[in-house]
């Protein structure tokens, strides 16, 4: 299928939508036309924020598209995750905010692919998990490594070893989603969050995500040190000269003139 993904920029705001319903499965051509928006968004500055979504209501993606494993199995071959782990990482390294909209079912790698972006937002019915384990495998697209880091060790592990999918309000507090909603919701409030960060100063919003990013990998001190070099090159910025300008002068900063 030409379309199993569907991409635009409108109004400064990309959207990724996967469209295989109704369980939106992850595969080689998914990858494909997932690689080249994303190339297409580090080279193009119109985009300032983007939205990834899955189509219907069942799934944001309920994961890999198992029958593309069964060719390979009893074989040890490192490529059968690299394409998830390449179009994740491209995900995680986009210097503009990325939101994911999550509904019904985000299992194993759809969840993977949540964990890649800076922000989820889901509906109060959704299902989040990892059931690798349920299969004799495990996350194999970023799982043991991104959930640790976000909801702490001794959960993550829980979680995957376990394969038992969480409830919204549980992933809400342990800090896996930024906001529940009512259901039929999530898109809506993914679009809202959008339209507000767009407007904010794209030179800023890229430089707290690498400040952010690189700095967690840091010690303190060195982290510390890297925050005040990415601060100086903030200041030299017309956006915060245009910022400090509009707030002694009591007007609306006017930001991101590209």
Not at 42 to 62: C, D, Q
Not at 160 to 169: H, K, L, N, V
Not at 184 to 200: D, F, I, Q, R
Request: with cysteine; proline share 5%.
């Amino acid at each position: 299928m030409d379309d199993v993904l569907l991409c635009k920029i409108e109004g400064k705001v990309a959207t990724m939508e996967i469209n295989r319903p109704p369980y939106n499965p992850l595969n080689p051509a998914v990858f494909e036309k997932m690689i080249g928006f994303l190339e297409e968004l580090y080279r193009n500055e119109e985009a300032h924020v983007l939205v990834i979504k899955g189509t219907g209501e069942k799934a944001f993606s309920a994961g890999a598209d198992i029958n593309q494993f069964v060719p390979r199995l009893g074989s040890k071959d490192i490529s059968l995750t690299a394409g998830f782990h390449k179009t994740f990482e491209l995900l995680n390294q986009l210097s503009i905010p990325v939101i994911a909209a999550l509904k019904g079912h985000v299992l194993g790698g759809g969840l993977e692919l949540a964990l890649a972006c800076d922000f989820r937002i889901c509906d109060e019915n959704t299902k989040i998990g990892l059931p690798e384990v349920n299969l004799g495998l495990f996350p194999g697209a970023g799982g043991t490594q991104r959930l640790p880091r976000l909801i702490g060790k001794s959960k993550a592990m829980e979680m995957i070893m376990f394969g038992t999918p969480i409830e919204a309000e549980e992933a809400k507090q342990l800090g896996l989603v930024n906001k529940v909603v009512p259901a039929g919701l999530v898109e809506e409030e993914a679009m809202s969050w959008a339209n507000t960060l767009k407007e904010k100063p794209r030179v800023a919003l890229q430089k707290i995500k690498k400040t952010i990013q690189h700095g967690s990998n840091l010690p303190l001190s060195e982290g510390l040190r890297y925050e005040m070099e990415m601060f100086a090159e903030m200041f030299v910025s017309e956006d915060a000269t245009e910022g400090v300008t509009a707030f002694l002068e009591k007007r609306k900063p006017n930001f991101n003139r590209i």
